[in-house]
């Protein structure tokens, strides 16, 4: 049972908040039962240490069923030791250490995909995230996070993504720029979506969403520069119909990688 909270082990596990930890040590952080059980079910070979308080093993035996039989250890830890190691306030009884897992962008595009989400500086990890869990429930291939945007492994966006992060692939790093050659050679056509654009619903009467797509959404704040929309063969705005100032990133983000998702099945089965 690990009890001091200011041991060097306890020390460097909370050290993966900080993004130049991660980068040095190719590590990330996972807290909560629902992270930690959605990596031991899709991805074990990535947990490196697994730590838990024993009321929390002892309330989700199918975690310690889950670590068991992927033959990762797990530490006893006190609830002390726990919220010293958290980035939360509530760690809710685990936390895990894992290998950051990023997929090459080439190998995004060399798999043949149908529905792509491309990040462009977005910076606020709660949306990043949520954009994740959004491509993964939408049925998406892959998740692109350009070199400007929040990095993946932010202990934010891990939590806000809700187990996603295991299950589909997310390229990190890459310049935008290359990012929309590939997918065009992919045979993706590139949406961006900005209040500038034109009508989802018009979009989606000329047919453009049944076809293989890479939506591109930018900054929160900001969206996307000029020079950006250029680079897409289309712009397109999710439109208000009621009194909203506007719409948060990611709630925008959803509906069209779900208008995307209903298009390509409804041609496919059509």
């Given at each position: 049972m690990l009890e001091n909270p200011r041991s060097p082990r306890v020390?460097?596990?909370?050290?993966?908040?900080?993004?130049?930890a991660r980068v040095e040590s190719g590590l990330f952080l996972l807290e909560g039962p629902q992270a930690v059980a959605e990596a031991l079910t899709f991805r074990p070979q990535l947990v490196i240490e697994l730590f838990a308080t024993p009321s929390a093993l002892e309330r989700y035996?199918?975690?310690?069923?889950?670590?068991?039989?992927?033959?990762?250890?797990?530490?006893?830890?006190?609830?002390e030791v726990l919220?010293?190691?958290?980035?939360?306030?509530?760690?809710?009884g685990f936390i895990a250490v894992c290998r950051q897992f990023p997929t090459a962008v080439k190998d995004v595009f060399a798999a043949g995909p149908k529905l792509v989400?491309?990040?462009?500086?977005?910076?606020?990890?709660?949306?990043?995230?949520?954009?994740?869990?959004?491509?993964?429930?939408?049925?998406?291939?892959?998740v692109i996070f350009t070199g400007r945007t929040v990095d993946l492994y932010n202990p934010k966006v891990v939590r806000s993504s809700t187990g996603s992060i295991f299950h589909l692939p997310v390229a990190i790093g890459a310049e935008l720029e290359d990012v929309l050659v590939r997918a065009r050679a992919a045979g993706l056509t590139v949406l961006a979506a900005d209040v500038k654009g034109d009508d989802l619903l018009a979009a989606r009467n000329d047919g453009v969403l049944a076809g293989p797509t890479a939506w591109l959404f930018g900054n929160e704040a900001r969206g996307l520069p000029a020079e950006q929309l250029e680079l897409a063969d289309r712009v397109v705005t999710v439109p208000i119909y009621g009194h909203a100032e506007s719409m948060n990133l990611a709630t925008a983000a959803s509906v069209c990688l779900y208008e995307s998702a209903f298009?390509?099945?409804?041609?496919?089965?059509g």
């Open positions: 020390r460097a596990v909370a050290k993966l908040a900080k993004k130049a035996g199918e975690i310690a069923d889950a670590a068991a039989a992927a033959d990762v250890e797990v530490e006893f830890v006190t609830e919220d010293s190691m958290a980035d939360t306030v509530t760690p809710q989400a491309i990040l462009e500086e977005v910076r606020d990890p709660g949306n990043a995230g949520t954009i994740v869990r959004a491509a993964d429930a939408a049925g998406a291939d892959a298009a390509q099945r409804s041609a496919h089965h």
